[in-house]
């Protein structure tokens, strides 16, 4: 019986030393597998890439799709920063990582690098949109969107094998801990050693739980934060402004504002400072941001939606003004100025402001906020505007003359109608200012003001003025001999282009003379471009043509510029004619400056000129030569001849008119 049991325990510790052995081996395995699976389970590498590649292609293509609505510059370098992210997105997509998920299937390979060609193809026209034609821009975003489809796939096949990945782990990690409890389980109550055992494996569980947590906690901070100004991003906007909205749909005391923000000046800080500089002058605004918005007791959230876009969200049940002084509060914290490595970086903030309305959808705050803004830069920058309902017919009238410009004036639907000049000393007619005019088949009469600003913002000023200038250099040979034109030239025209081989190839296709072609320049053109503006009239002048200095006066240091440049022509601007009658001081502002002008050697123009009286003070104050309403409004080329007769009488009228008052004075 002894020696049975010896040999029973001899057996049994034979088999206890097979199961320590055996469980110490299974529990090697099981932990190494185990924190290799945690480990795998850790990493969003291939998922993480494909996501980003997909918000960033659809950045770009949203960018895109704005700029080609509002050709704004803002939109335009929004589309130059997601050119350049995408570009380094295809970078990064030859990770070896990456790289092995494509050859995990035979068409994902063809597909990317499919996409990396067609993008190549393009990305130099992104980065230079702001110079393209309006039908290059489409077709832009048609190859854009076959980019962006292709990126699209392959990231959601990114993101599916990830998810895939991560159950396969999941489920590995079940039947290990099954195992592992199997074991804990059947040998907790006899031996100490599977306790310690277990109580090893129950550390190990928990640092590496920790560490799952801390990953996936990682990850959604990351998700829902922008990485350079940690602020919310546009998706952590989006769920907050969807729980607001759901709260004014079920509540009707419930109300939300939606401030939106655009610094003034961040693409120039970017171009003359430098990448560095403007990341670092956001994490300040970011900085500003965040803290004021503390400060409000209805504060939801502040956040950056992309570029030099911010966006603050506030419950409206302090009402309109309240939230009216907030907007503006911020907006000049964020205008204040900034010191960055020890230099001073000045930029403005302009800001759109919706609140909720009991008759309207609150899930348009953003539009509305949006559309406002815009509002607000196109009205001086700098500001703080709330959204009107009108505002959105001005953006839908906006976004027509935007979208049909390029047409109109290929179509020639713009033209140019002439307003006469006539000698005061004579009478006679002596040319003509050349106006663009645009009667849009269903807006009607498009002011030039209107046309001419949104021309500039998208570069078609240049087509435009070539086509108004070619047409009026065509009309004007049928003017009577010595005749001559004057046409306005835009800062834009200097900045894009080549100008003087414009005009050169205009004269020459045309046959105008150049010494009948006076060109019309703005004092803006003289504080953004002097140098170079200096240099390109010269050169005109090398060529016969006439240069006047437009809406003389109006600027802040207009005597500067007579010194800067041998002007032919000086045109007084209409704001000292209309008050001449009225205003002494107005008078003697204009005797002036037409007494200056002439010991220079400058003939003198005055604009605006509507009344006998007018003409006559300023004929009397030594003007040359005078155009407004009284000689004639501007009028298409089929009708200048009943002009110029129309003047002629207009000018003969007055002539007898002085003479009686004369003859009554003797």
Not at 41 to 54: E, I, L, Q, T
Not at 63 to 91: E, G, H, M, P, Y
Not at 150 to 158: Q, T
Not at 179 to 189: D, E, H, M, R
Request: glycine share 6%; with cysteine; hydrophobic share 45%.
């Amino acid at each position: 019986m002894t020696r049975l049991s010896k040999n029973i325990f001899n057996l049994l510790a034979v088999a206890l030393a097979i199961a320590f052995l055996a469980i110490y081996v299974i529990h090697s395995n099981v932990v190494s597998d185990t924190d290799n699976a945690l480990d795998r389970s850790s990493r969003y590498d291939v998922a993480w890439v494909g996501a980003a590649g997909r918000l960033e292609s659809l950045h770009l293509q949203n960018a895109l799709s704005n700029f080609i609505i509002s050709s704004d510059s803002a939109d335009a370098s929004q589309v130059v920063l997601f050119a350049d992210i995408l570009t380094s997105r295809f970078k990064v997509f030859e990770a070896p990582a990456f790289q092995s998920f494509l050859d995990r299937k035979e068409r994902r390979r063809p597909l990317l690098e499919k996409a990396r060609g067609r993008f190549a193809a393009i990305v130099t026209d992104l980065k230079s949109i702001e110079t393209l034609p309006t039908a290059v821009r489409e077709n832009l975003k048609l190859e854009l969107e076959k980019v962006n489809a292709a990126v699209d796939r392959i990231g959601a096949e990114a993101q599916m094998d990830s998810v895939n990945e991560v159950a396969e782990i999941r489920n590995e990690l079940k039947k290990k801990q099954y195992l592992q409890k199997w074991i804990a389980t059947g040998l907790f109550g006899s031996i100490a050693l599977l306790l310690g055992i277990a109580a090893v494996q129950n550390r190990y569980l928990r640092v590496a739980n920790r560490k799952a947590v801390r990953n996936a906690d990682e990850f959604s901070y990351l998700a829902h934060h922008d990485s350079l100004t940690g602020l919310p991003n546009r998706m952590a906007f989006n769920k907050a402004f969807s729980a607001s909205v759901a709260r004014c749909k079920t509540d009707a005391r419930a109300g939300v504002a939606v401030l939106a923000f655009d610094l003034d000046g961040f693409k120039a800080v970017n171009d003359r400072l430098g990448h560095a500089t403007g990341d670092a002058l956001l994490r300040q605004v970011a900085d500003r941001m965040s803290r004021t918005c503390a400060g409000f007791s209805n504060a939801i959230l502040s956040a950056r939606i992309g570029g030099d876009e911010f966006v603050a969200m506030l419950d409206a049940a302090l009402g309109e003004e309240a939230v009216l002084r907030q907007a503006e509060q911020l907006r000049a914290a964020l205008s204040a100025h900034y010191m960055i490595d020890g230099a001073a970086v000045i930029v403005g903030a302009s800001v759109g402001v919706a609140i909720s309305k009991p008759d309207r959808d609150p899930a348009s705050l953003l539009i509305d906020a949006d559309i406002a803004l815009s509002q607000a830069k196109s009205s001086g920058k700098d500001r703080a505007l709330l959204f009107d309902p009108a505002m959105h017919d001005l953006f839908l009238r906006r976004a027509l003359i935007q979208a049909e410009l390029a047409g109109a004036i290929d179509n020639d639907q713009i033209t140019p109608h002439y307003q006469i000049k006539v000698d005061v000393r004579t009478g006679r007619v002596t040319g003509a200012e050349v106006l663009a005019r645009w009667t849009h088949p269903t807006l009607g009469p498009v002011s030039p003001s209107e046309f001419t600003k949104i021309a500039e913002q998208s570069g078609l000023i240049v087509p435009l003025g070539r086509k108004i200038l070619e047409k009026a250099c065509h009309d004007a040979l049928q003017f009577p001999a010595g005749m001559g034109i004057a046409v306005n030239l835009s800062v834009v025209q200097f900045v894009r282009g080549d100008l003087v081989q414009t005009v050169r190839d205009v004269l020459a296709d045309t046959g105008f003379p150049a010494d009948r072609l006076t060109l019309e320049v703005t004092e803006s053109l003289m504080i953004n471009e002097p140098g170079r503006a200096v240099e390109i009239l010269s050169q005109f002048r090398e060529m016969g043509i006439a240069i006047a200095l437009d809406d003389f006066g109006t600027g802040y240091s207009a005597l500067s510029y007579l010194r800067q440049f041998e002007w032919d022509e000086l045109k007084i601007d209409r704001s000292f004619v209309v008050e001449i009658e009225e205003d002494s001081r107005a008078g003697s502002i204009v005797g002036s400056i037409v007494s200056m002008a002439h010991q220079l050697g400058i003939k003198v123009t005055a604009e605006g000129a509507e009344t006998c009286g007018q003409v006559t003070m300023l004929r009397k104050a030594g003007c040359d030569t005078i155009q407004g309403y009284h000689f004639g409004r501007p009028v298409p080329f089929s009708d200048f001849p009943a002009a110029m007769l129309q003047a002629v009488a207009a000018s003969a009228k007055l002539k007898v008119m002085e003479d009686a008052a004369d003859s009554a004075v003797a």
